[in-house]
């Protein structure tokens, strides 16, 4: 059973940055972000390999969110910055088996209990 705890989220404004981080309790050599609004479903956001060179951005978020991790601490950030409303929702952290990252691939099968962003116009 591997643990994933969210943090970092809250409420901004339009165009402000948030840092969500995810301390999980052992490694994956492929780790994720997803995200899910009320009444909608859920979506990857962006994943990274093991070795944090192979990096994925769904194309609602690339040029403003960055992932990262450090794997020597059980780390995983997510920089979000220029946040838009339709960023609003509840994020999470998840955790996949094999080499293949890409989420829609991938199988995701170990989550955290979710972080909420929430962002006002």
């Known amino acids: 059973q591997v643990q994933l705890v969210e943090s970092g989220g809250g409420s901004v404004q339009t165009g402000e940055s948030l840092r969500l981080s995810c301390a999980f309790t052992?490694?994956?050599?492929?780790m994720a972000w997803f995200r899910q609004a009320p009444g909608k479903e859920r979506e990857w956001v962006a994943a990274?390999?093991?070795?944090?060179?192979?990096?994925y951005y769904a194309v609602s978020v690339k040029g403003r969110f960055t992932i990262s991790r450090y794997v020597d601490k059980d780390k995983m950030d997510l920089q979000m910055n220029g946040l838009l409303p339709d960023d609003t929702a509840m994020y999470y952290c998840?955790?996949?088996?094999?080499?293949?990252?890409?989420?829609?691939?991938?199988?995701?099968?170990?989550w955290g209990q979710g972080t909420q962003v929430t962002v006002s116009s």
């Open positions: 998840a955790a996949a088996r094999g080499t293949n990252c890409y989420p829609t691939e991938a199988q995701y099968d170990s």
């Open positions: 052992s490694s994956r050599y492929c």
């Open positions: 990274i390999s093991g070795v944090g060179g192979d990096k």
